[in-house]
Each structure stands twice: as structure tokens, then as C-alpha cells.
């Protein structure tokens, strides 16, 4: 059995959509089900989805993603779980192809997908080239964490590693890392894209990533992870470096050179992947939008270390 779990926080927007993509799906001989978990909607969801045929609705009082996907694990039946994110829908097939990887790749216990923004504007296209470092034309690989917006796991792994509900954003990364830690695998598809509908502007994609920052240090400061892993201790030392060239070159010249290269090392890296992510004109926006993302995700992450109460707390979308 097959049991789909969507949480749902003010997701009148979309989440007509999102479930009308999760019931087109045709997987027979499988028995499926739908849970969604209402986190506390102030809007139209509840009502919404009550009207769905073939939906249950559950509601979990305790606020964020964590709480709400560990709700929705709880009441599902399935041997395998399919999480997909209210603001997500996926196309036609993407449960029978993450099936078909599951049952072809036994090592793993979750495969998934990048979202996707509808490519209607350069944004979109700069966004949709690249995720969690991945570009566009990645293949299929294992990675150390899925974005479990979209994806599927073995129901007995979920249920042994619950979502962290003191984790109010990156509760995803966090979950995967322990599943990691503890010898499992994970797999990242490109073929099991879905469409996201992210914040349709800069500020609101900048805003979101500001807030994933907030989190993001919490798996890794857990069991002091960050002390092996390269990808988050130059994060951290990024901005208190530059800031600290910018200070030295008032005194040294060859500080103002190195404090220089510091700051386009993000936009030339960008600008590299960028030739293989985009095209056209896009290779020019696409360094300064995914610069401008991971700078606001860098200042969230300084926020989240210094100010551990900015952690703990609900962020409404």
C-alpha cells in the first residue's frame, strides 16, 4: 500500500491543485490512500480538502512541517510513503518511475526529485538550473539529503526516524542526515521532477532562503556534525571573513585584493555552473539571483548560531 501524506498550512492557493495531481495518478494493483495534515490553517484549506473525493483530513495542533508530516506518517497505513509538499503537484507517472527506483535500487530507502518553478520568466529558469547544488542536467545519483517536498521512503524508515518537530525549517535535512548516519541510502532522481510554486519574486525567494538559514545549523550541531562536513563550516566563515578583510584593508592594501576575491568567489562559481545549468541571456542573471540566495541563506545561518531563540518559533509563508 501506497500512502500519500501533504501537510497543509494556509494552502488554499494550491492545494486543489496538489491533490488533483496525487488522485490523477494510476498505479494499479497498488491500493493507495491521501492524508492531509491541516498545521493550524488560518484560510480556506480544511474546507477545501474536504470537499476532495478519496482525501482524509486530519489536523495537527503542534505548528510546523515536522510536527504535521510525523502526524500524517502516524495515520498512514502504507508500507511506503510518498510526502509531497501543498505547494507541489506532480505529473502524470511520478509514483510508478519512484516505485520502479525503490524496487531497482533495494540499497535505498527514499528516492526524490527537484521542484520546479513554472519556467515562465528568467527567474524561474535561474531557479529551476540549479538545487541543493545540483544542476539541471544532473543524473541520477546518491545524495545526503532528499527535499521531502517530493519524495518516497520505505514507511519503516520514516517511522523509526520521525521528523525533529523542534526543527521549523530544514526538518527535511536533518531526518536525512540521521538516515545517513545510520548506513542508509538515498537517491536523487531528475525524472521525478515536480512543479513547485515557490515565491515568485527575489524578495520572496530571498526571504524563504533567509529562513532556511535560521535552521539550517541545527542537524549539523547536532552530535557536532558540522566539524565533518564541507559544506557548512565555509558557510558559516564566509561573511565573518569577508567582513573582517573589509576591516583589514582600511590598514593593508593586500587586504582590499583578498577581501575583493572573497566577494566574487560566490558570482564567479555561480557564473561556472551557470554555463551548464542555463542559456542565453539567463547565464547572466542566473550568477546574481543564486549569489543574492545564498548570501541572505548565509546571513540566516550567522542569525540561527547567534541567536538561538530565532530558531524556535513558527514562520508563516
Known sequence: M????????????????????????????????IIVVDNGSKD???????????????HESVPGAAAARNRGIAEARG??????????EIPSGWSRRALDLLKSHPEVCGVGG???????????RCMNGLHYGLNSNTSRCYVRSLATMDALYVGSVLRDYPFDPNCYWGEDADMNLRLIAAGYKLLFD????????HPISLGGILHKWYEYGIQYPVPYLKKKRFLFDPGFLPRVAYLPLLLLLLVASLFNPIARYLALAVLISLPAVYSFLGLKAVRGLDRLAFPLIHSLKQWAHMIGMLVGLLLPSQRVRRVSD
Open 2 to 33: 501506497l500512502s500519500f501524506v501533504v501537510p497543509a498550512y494556509n494552502s488554499a492557493r494550491t492545494i486543489e491543485n496538489c491533490l488533483r495531481s496525487i488522485l490523477d495518478q494510476r498505479l494499479d494493483g497498488i491500493e493507495t490512500e
Open 79 to 88: 508500507d511506503l510513503i510518498a510526502l509531497v509538499d501543498s505547494d507541489c
Open 44 to 58: 480556506a484549506t480544511g474546507d477545501l480538502v474536504a470537499r476532495m473525493p478519496a482525501v482524509q483530513l486530519v
Open 114 to 124: 527537484p521542484g520546479r518553478m513554472p519556467p515562465d520568466s528568467i527567474l524561474a
Open 190 to 197: 531528475p525524472s521525478l521532477a515536480v512543479t513547485h510554486h
